[in-house]
């Protein structure tokens, strides 16, 4: 019998913005539901979703760094990217989601981890806005930079949200 190859899908998370951090772990959980081997990159603002933190804290380096971390806000204070409303909007999200017995993005997110996604941080990324890996969920694999995360994605399905 032929071995085939493993179903592959990777996302790279740029954005950090509830709906669509929602897409990305949506993707990855059914996909990862299914079989496939998932990666999800985190870029810029997509990093937000992986930090320990969750809420508004300043991370980073220095103090311009620190302020970006504090705008960011971690999952917890993710805007939408419309209707955000002064930031009630994702509460009502989660509010629907809840009522139509919809996985929330934090309960989306543990899923991931728990049907084995591998998350990945952005090096440069990471460098730009002064976060260290220990600034990260401990799920976070590994730190990459592009060349590396390319080779990981080779022979699969490459989305960008």
Not at 26 to 35: E, K, N, P, R, Y
Not at 153 to 159: D, I, Q
Request: glycine share 10%.
């Amino acid at each position: 019998m032929e071995d085939t190859p493993k179903k592959k899908l990777s996302l790279i998370a740029f954005s950090g913005e509830f709906d669509k951090l929602t897409a990305v772990f949506t993707l990855a959980t059914g996909a990862a539901a299914v079989g496939y081997e998932v990666n999800i990159f985190f870029t810029f603002w997509g990093l937000d979703a992986i930090k320990q933190k969750r809420g508004r804290s300043f991370v980073g380096g220095s103090f311009l760094t620190k302020i970006f971390g504090f705008m960011m806000g971690g999952l917890k204070a993710t805007p939408t990217s419309r209707f955000n409303f002064w930031g009630i909007g994702p509460r009502i999200f989660r509010s629907l989601m809840r009522k139509n017995n919809v996985a929330t993005l934090e309960e989306l997110v543990e899923a991931a981890t728990a049907l084995g996604v591998n998350l990945y941080a952005c090096e440069m990324a990471m460098h730009v806005l002064g976060l260290k890996q220990s600034d990260f969920i401990h799920e976070v694999k590994d730190t990459l930079g592009v060349a590396s995360f390319l080779e990981i994605s080779e022979g699969g399905r490459t989305m960008f949200i």
